[in-house]
């Protein structure tokens, strides 16, 4: 076990409240359309807030609830879906707008898009568990609403804006950590889920024939779900192996928040129990690398997981990418 | 020591050679004006390469030099200071590109912009030493030609495009390896070193007021050179406490390449020799985060470093942060 304990964590939706009644007005279609398709009965939108605004924000609480003071931190990673800016790193921008540019502590990303926060927690942990970082903050803040493309209603109906904070300690007791971790990439699904523009590829200057659709998210849901459905069993076996564990002895499954049809479907198949399945995509939507770690949050908070408990995030990603860890809180 | 070893590495210039004379007509300034600022003889642009196809590239030739297959990989991971697309990680693109859509090899990205290498190699090489992942390649494409805003005449003039893949072995032998690394963030110098479109706080889309300038580099050389001069003696005395070395001990130092007259400022600052020192700006300009694993290939197929050497790489990157790794080869 690399004994890393989540100390805190904290998390934010911003202001605008988006109903499933007013998403099938935005969308043009009939009154309940959006919720059948997506179970998703409203999500957050930002109004004023933005990606540094409500990662300060969950970074603040956490540190708070930690008893932390910023400087303490070791490192700060930005585990983010979709950064601020193409260049600094969103950690860099997030440690600015803490005024804590004098600080020294390292920042730096990991991008994995919805499993950014997966790929980061279980990399880093081997980190912690040298004890080179001891105490470290993942942020992840999304902002999905600025790059949905309303024409594919399906995807847009099912996104959602907000921000999370989870810090880790190095456990000088042993007694929490990561039991077990993997994470696979079939890039057979690279185009499924992606924006094309935002990097060097289309560039808006360089490259006159950009359009303003590649700046937009493209999703073929069905596929995603399809080469999901075909990967995860297998993959659980591999996660699972050498633990003396099966996923049905986990207290709760923590899974990226697709919609609610498919999110049953891939509980059925792990043959897992509601109770033993968090599903916040109801109240939140999907929000990229955000929704994994705010599940973790919610189950906190709402007591589903306590001290000695074992849970399990597990996700998929663009990329295609799937990915999870075994948790003992 | 972190027992990592290189087993092989490549680059890619692409083939527009663009030399000191070409830049000064492309600037409208008079001739011999960049060579001078910046002491880059020529750079390479890409003409039909992009950063998946110069990074497939790489990695192909990395991969037959180490007499692997890309299936015996444990991980690939995406070490560019700018992606190719917004959505998915560079990693995955590379891998659909180089065929190996089934092979479940992981796929993630590192970002801190010029130390992306610097900071995927010192995190990841955790997971290798704990034996998580024992074959990992590296790859940093950089097309820093597109974004360059030629009104700014001097970071312009600075840059050149190019990739290297750099593959790391756990080695079990525990000749090679991570002596010491270190990195700290600054972020008084978050905005001295941009692009502020790209990712979700200025989208093209959504904030009608993106103008073309928010999607290239906006650099404030001199600002950055001042910050890098305060923080570098101090932080090479933490990189190097406990390792019962100097830095003048080491066989080599590979910096970050800036221009040619702050490179020599830094190396007299660090007390270096001009053979302890590469320099490689010349023919091959800044190349952003793939200027560090280029100057590592180049030093060994020049024969400045030989196994059992012990060399150093140190770069600073738009964030501010300051990274470095102290490497037996």
Not at 187 to 197: E, L, T
Not at 324 to 329: G, Y
Request: aromatic share 8%; hydrophobic share 40%.
């Amino acid at each position: 076990m690399r004994n890393i304990k989540i100390v805190s964590s904290a998390k934010y939706l911003p202001k605008k409240k988006v109903t499933a009644k007013q998403m099938d007005k935005m969308l043009g279609v009939e009154e309940g359309w959006s919720l059948k398709k997506t179970g998703v009965e409203y999500r957050h939108y930002v109004d004023d807030e933005n990606s540094i605004s409500m990662g300060t924000i969950v970074l603040k609480e956490a540190l708070k609830k930690a008893n932390l003071e910023f400087e303490q931190l070791d490192a700060l990673v930005g585990t983010c879906g979709t950064p601020a800016q193409a260049i600094p790193c969103t950690a860099s921008l997030l440690q600015e707008a803490m005024g804590m540019q004098e600080s020294g502590v390292p920042c730096f990303d990991v991008n994995s898009t919805c499993l950014s926060f997966v790929t980061a927690v279980d990399m880093i942990s081997y980190a912690m568990e040298a004890k080179r970082y001891t105490k470290v903050a993942f942020v992840a803040s999304e902002v999905a609403s600025v790059g949905l493309n309303f024409n594919q209603k399906e995807s847009s109906a099912l996104f959602g804006d907000g921000a999370v904070c989870i810090i880790f300690e190095y456990d000088t007791t042993k007694t929490s950590g990561i039991i077990a971790s993997h994470m696979e990439t079939y890039s057979s699904g690279a185009h499924d889920a992606q924006i094309r523009a935002g990097g060097s590829l289309r560039h808006p200057v360089a490259h006159k024939d950009v359009k303003d659709t590649d700046f937009l998210f493209d999703m073929n849901g069905p596929k995603i779900f399809k080469l999901a459905s075909k990967v995860i069993l297998p993959f659980c076996e591999k996660l699972f192996f050498g633990t003396q564990r099966k996923i049905q002895d986990m207290k709760l499954v923590i899974p990226h928040q697709a919609s609610l049809l498919s999110l049953n479907l891939i509980r059925k198949k792990l043959n897992l129990s509601q109770q033993q399945y968090m599903i916040h995509v109801y109240n939140h939507g999907n929000q990229i690398a955000a929704s994994i770690p705010i599940g973790i949050h919610d189950a906190i908070e709402m007591g589903k997981i306590k001290r000695g408990d074992e849970f399990m995030v597990l996700g998929t990603s663009a990329g295609f990418s799937i990915g999870a860890i075994i948790f003992k809180f």
